[in-house]
């Protein structure tokens, strides 16, 4: 689809509620890294703008020179040239410049939902971009890169935000993916270590049960095919199931009719979006904040609540009567990239709402309970909330965590125990949140289990 719209109405819905969900993983790739020519003052591709400058630093010959840094680097090498020379060359440009990040890269950035970024470049325009809108991300201590003498895993846990080179940046100590001999050496330690199994498995955990979106292809055909296959773990024509699609955006001319047939006519489950992957990340940007800024009202915050659960959202329990606390939290968990659902309309009645609700149940991620003078009046348990309980009760399975308990009223003394929560869950820890107002431990401790369960499955209790 080459129009400025990128994707369909339907597509784009889908996108921005797979990213809100944790579901899509960003891998930037060479065409979204851009700087403005000195002469036309327009953007380019800093990969198109460092091959003269890599050119005359390895002192080429102007036949020798060409359009981008991997043909100068390879003329450079049927020159005679030392491999070594080329790492140096790009290091001392890359040193010599500020990276000005583009408004496609900040505004990335501003995502909250993305908290982990693959780079498939070795600059350093993403991180700056990062550090220049998140105030939880510091480049000396949340940049890792990979290289095939060397594994490099990602946190089990990613609380804070990480940019993974996965062919190497140019900080790299010995040398980073520049021409077609690095990608090959790259991709075939990447095999190792995902054979190995012990080595990396957080990464490769991410990279199989994300749906990869690709803005700008790392290199050429053949590398894209080989990376999405490192990453799925399995054939690229075995159907995947729908977290590991990939959506690959580019322009045609840098994609090949070679590729683009091949996802379009034989891989059905990539989707090549023929295009300026910068526009691209711009709508897909604006489309995302327009959706997730930050309600005026709690009508505006309730009216975005879908009617129906998105599967592994955190699901709220609670007492009509303990909406407004209900909300504090919820709100909160989502400005902090939580998916979370609740009820919005208590006084339904029938059997498919029940239906609806104990799937809701059965489908959550995690189930918060919110304990009150309210909860605990109902002495004998008539009312819905004590019903959804009972139903988080049935999944209970030793050493999993499910249930999450809040206290809410400041009327329930220091040492008190619910008395009408489910009985397998008496020994829970309980948290104290005064009418709702949720703390920053509490809502950072929620983000840290959604990103575990996301990553390797339900986390112990």
């Not at 890294?33 to 002192?59: C, E, F, I, M």
């Not at 592994?312 to 329990?317: A, G, L, N, T, W």
Request: aromatic share 10%; charged share 25%; proline share 6%.
């Amino acid at each position: 689809m080459s129009s400025p719209e990128f994707l369909s109405e339907k597509d784009w819905r889908t996108l921005i509620r797979d990213i809100g969900n944790g579901a899509v993983l960003p891998v930037i790739g060479p065409e979204l890294v851009t700087v403005n020519d000195p002469r036309s003052g327009q953007p380019v591709p800093l990969y198109r703008h460092l091959a003269p400058l890599l050119a005359a630093r390895l002192k080429s010959e102007g036949g020798l020179a060409g359009d981008t840094v991997n043909e100068v680097a390879c003329n450079y090498l049927l020159g005679g040239g030392e491999r070594g020379e080329i790492y140096i060359a790009l290091d001392d440009l890359l040193k010599s410049a500020t990276p000005e990040p583009n408004d496609a890269l900040l505004a990335l950035a501003r995502i909250k939902h993305f908290k982990l970024f693959i780079s498939s470049t070795f600059d350093r325009h993403l991180a700056i971009a990062l550090e220049k809108s998140r105030r939880d991300f510091r480049a000396d201590r949340d940049v890792l890169r990979f290289h095939p003498n060397e594994a490099a895993d990602i946190p089990k846990d990613l609380t804070a935000t990480t940019l993974y080179h996965i062919f190497g940046d140019h900080r790299s100590p010995i040398d980073f993916a520049v021409w077609e001999e690095d990608f090959m050496e790259f991709i075939c330690g990447l095999l190792k270590y995902q054979a190995d199994g012990d080595s990396m498995p957080n990464l490769f955990c991410q990279l199989k049960n994300r749906c990869l979106l690709l803005l700008g292809a790392p290199f050429t055909d053949w590398v894209v095919r080989f990376f999405l296959r490192t990453a799925r773990g399995s054939r690229l024509s075995d159907r995947p199931g729908k977290a590991t699609r990939e959506l690959l955006a580019d322009h045609e001319e840098n994609l090949g009719q070679p590729l683009i047939f091949f996802f379009d006519h034989l891989i059905h489950s990539t989707s090549v979006i023929r295009g300026d992957p910068r526009g691209f990340a711009l709508e897909l940007a604006r489309r995302w904040e327009a959706e997730n800024e930050s309600p005026a009202t709690d009508d505006d915050f309730l009216a975005r609540i879908p009617d129906h659960m998105p599967k592994d959202s955190v699901f709220i329990s609670y007492a009509s009567e303990d909406r407004p606390a209900a909300l504090r939290i919820a709100r909160a968990l989502h400005t902090e990239a939580v998916p979370v659902w609740l009820d919005k309309a208590r006084l339904r009645v029938g059997q498919n709402f029940n239906n609806e609700l104990k799937n809701a149940v059965a489908d959550c991620s995690f189930f918060i309970s919110l304990i009150s003078t309210t909860t605990e009046a109902d002495v004998e348990r008539k009312r819905y909330f004590h019903t959804e309980r009972d139903w988080i009760a049935q999944r209970q399975s030793d050493g999993y965590l499910f249930y999450l308990p809040v206290a809410i009223d400041i009327t329930l003394p220091e040492k008190w125990q619910p008395q009408h929560e489910p009985a397998c869950f008496a020994s829970r820890h309980y948290h104290r949140l005064p009418e709702g107002r949720p703390d920053r431990d509490f809502v950072q401790h929620v983000r840290s289990l959604v990103d575990v369960f996301r990553s390797s499955g339900r986390p112990r209790g």
